[in-house]
């Protein structure tokens, strides 16, 4: 090779190890949950627009157990931040439940859904409110779910007690239409009852028993870990509004995640109006910090705070590590 050229071949490869220094951008695994479910894809454009609009950040996805996994994962330092449900972070956060004598500190970045815990019965079930359901063949949720375990708590804190009946989505649904069994508690779709629920729909009519005024504040009261959510008119045709309990899909963060790095991550979501709703269309009408900040059971990342204060948003105590 001509010496000159060499020498130019030579400053040009150092020029551009100067303006980009291997090492230099800091790489994210992001937790998410099994490859055949929809949040996965959620994810996959989560870690795309991070990509995009996060300087010096190069994040990829990883295929997990999900909510518990992932918050296992980030305490033993393998993952950065993940999917979580906000009842079962806070069951990290204090060290409850699954986590009894072993808390995981975890921050809230943001909450991207909210799973309204819809009571669905049969209209003809003679069911008016929660109390009626005393006694009656009911179905508290999927076996081993979160809806389930959820919907048992809140039953046994009101002090109601139905005739669980367990068993499988398709089985369940399949009673209630047989009026084997009165009803069930369903996740929604966002404010909308979830494709199960108006499967039943078509076969019979059915309505959704909401909470009252006491059961609320006794909710908010007992149980930290989820929130207490108003549904409006239409989550199904002729539905009115209603009351219940909910619970949320988040993505938290390992304390050691930078405030930065946080800060960038919760405006780059915050401010997106394009990369999740094509990844989720359930998220078109959500309001993303209006959710946050009504359903985060942990405190948020400082980076989080510092971003919505920026924003001129009033941040709950209990969101503030202390």
């Known amino acids: 090779m001509n010496h000159r050229l060499l020498v130019a071949t030579l400053a040009a490869c150092a020029s551009l190890a100067l303006a980009a220094p291997a090492g230099a951008q800091q790489k994210l695994l992001i937790g998410s949950t099994s490859a055949s479910s929809s949040q996965y894809g959620y994810f996959v454009a989560l870690s795309q627009l991070i990509n995009s609009k996060v300087p010096n950040v190069e994040s990829s996805v990883v295929e997990t157990g999900a909510t518990v996994d992932n918050l296992r994962r980030m305490d033993r ?30 921050r809230m970045l943001f909450v991207y859904s909210p799973a ?11 069911a008016g409110s929660l109390a ?4 009656k063949r009911f179905n508290p949720g999927l076996k081993g779910s979160a809806t389930e375990k959820t919907a048992e708590s809140v ?10 009946v367990r068993g499988s989505t398709t089985d369940i649904v399949n009673s ?35 909470l009252s005024e006491d059961q609320k504040k006794l909710i908010r009261d007992k149980m930290p870990d989820i929130a207490v959510v108003d549904v409006p008119a239409g989550a199904a045709d002729g539905i009115p509004a209603y009351s219940t309990w909910s619970f949320g899909l988040a993505v938290t963060a390992s304390p050691a995640l930078p405030e930065e790095t946080a800060y960038q991550i919760a405006k780059a979501v915050f401010e997106d109006t394009t990369v999740q709703v094509g990844a989720l269309s359930s998220l078109k009408d959500i309001d993303l910090v209006k959710l946050t900040l009504e359903q985060s059971t ?4 400082p980076g989080v705070v510092r971003y919505l204060k920026e924003k001129g948003h009033a941040i709950p105590d209990k969101l503030v590590a202390k």
């Open 132 to 135: 009626d359901l005393a006694g």
């Open 77 to 106: 330092k393998q993952i950065d931040f993940g999917l979580v449900t906000t009842n079962v972070t806070y069951h990290a956060y204090v060290g409850a439940e699954a986590f009894e004598g072993k808390k995981i500190d975890n």
């Open 116 to 126: 309204p815990q819809n009571v669905v019965v049969r209209a003809d079930s003679g």
């Open 298 to 301: 942990v405190p948020l990342h």
């Open 176 to 210: 209630i239409k047989d009026n084997r069994v009165v009803g069930y508690v369903k996740s929604g779709a966002g404010d909308k009852l979830d494709g199960s629920s108006l499967d039943i729909a078509t076969f019979t009519p059915v309505k959704v028993l909401g």
């Open 155 to 164: 039953f046994k804190l009101l002090g109601i007690a139905p005739d669980w």
